[in-house]
Each structure stands twice: as structure tokens, then as C-alpha cells.
């Protein structure tokens, strides 16, 4: 069992930054990756970023965040980051962390993502 709670979520201008964290809490959180999936109002919950354990396999959704958002992981601490910058009205979403087992083939796949955290909402003003 693994839990998630995400933080930082708040309103900005565009341009801005945020840092999104989420702590897990579980014996078995070393065999996880970690991801962040979004929300948009009115829309599916698509993939954002994720990291495995050891950190040598990171992914982003595409050249819509790569470049701009920036996924760390602090093992020491069961924590989850995603450091965003250079927010646009489109990063608009609620931001939720998930844990997928490491050894899934695909991390962008929402399928595979066994635990979630609430959401933490993000909103970015024009």
C-alpha cells in the first residue's frame, strides 16, 4: 500500500513558476515510479512526467512541458517534484501524483498506475 499527497498547487500569473511535491508513504514506495498525470476542466486526465526509483528513466509528455517542467525524486525522503516554469494559461489543471510499479513498460499509460494522490489544483492567469 502506498500513499500519495500532493502540494504547491496555487494561482499564478503566466509566466510564473511552481513547484508541485508529493510524499508517499508505504513500506513497498522503492518499487514504484512515480508520476504526474493533469486535469484540464472538461477533459481527460493526461500524462505529464514520471521517474522510476533510481532516476535513470525519466519521461515527459512531450514538447509541450519538456524543456519547462523539470521531474526529481528524493528517495531519502519519499518525495516527488515537479518544478514547473514558464506556466502558460494551458498548464491550467488540477496536478495529481500516481504510483505505477517500476517494472511497467509504459509510464505515460494511466492504466497502469495503481495508487493516487488527491490532486493539487494549478492555475495559471493570462
Known amino acids: 500500500q502506498v500513499q500519495l499527497a500532493e502540494s504547491g498547487g496555487g494561482l499564478v500569473q503566466a509566466g510564473g513558476s511552481l513547484r508541485l511535491s508529493c510524499a508517499a508513504s508505504?513500506?513497498?514506495?522503492?518499487?514504484?515510479?512515480l508520476g504526474w498525470f493533469r486535469q484540464a476542466p472538461g477533459k481527460g486526465r493526461t500524462f505529464v512526467a514520471a521517474?522510476?526509483?533510481?532516476?535513470?528513466?525519466?519521461?515527459y509528455v512531450d514538447f509541450s512541458v519538456k524543456g519547462r517542467f523539470t521531474i526529481s525524486r528524493d528517495n531519502a525522503n519519499n518525495t516527488v517534484t515537479l518544478q514547473m516554469t514558464s506556466l502558460k494559461p494551458e498548464d491550467t489543471a488540477v496536478y495529481y501524483c500516481?504510483?505505477?510499479?517500476?517494472?511497467?513498460?509504459?509510464?505515460?499509460?494511466?492504466?497502469?498506475?495503481?495508487?493516487w494522490g488527491q490532486g493539487t489544483q494549478v492555475t495559471v492567469s493570462s
Open positions: 500516481g504510483a505505477v510499479p517500476q517494472a511497467s513498460y509504459d509510464y505515460s499509460k494511466i492504466s497502469e498506475y495503481i495508487y
Open positions: 521517474i522510476n526509483w533510481s532516476a535513470n528513466r525519466i519521461y
Open positions: 508505504g513500506r513497498t514506495f522503492s518499487t514504484y515510479a
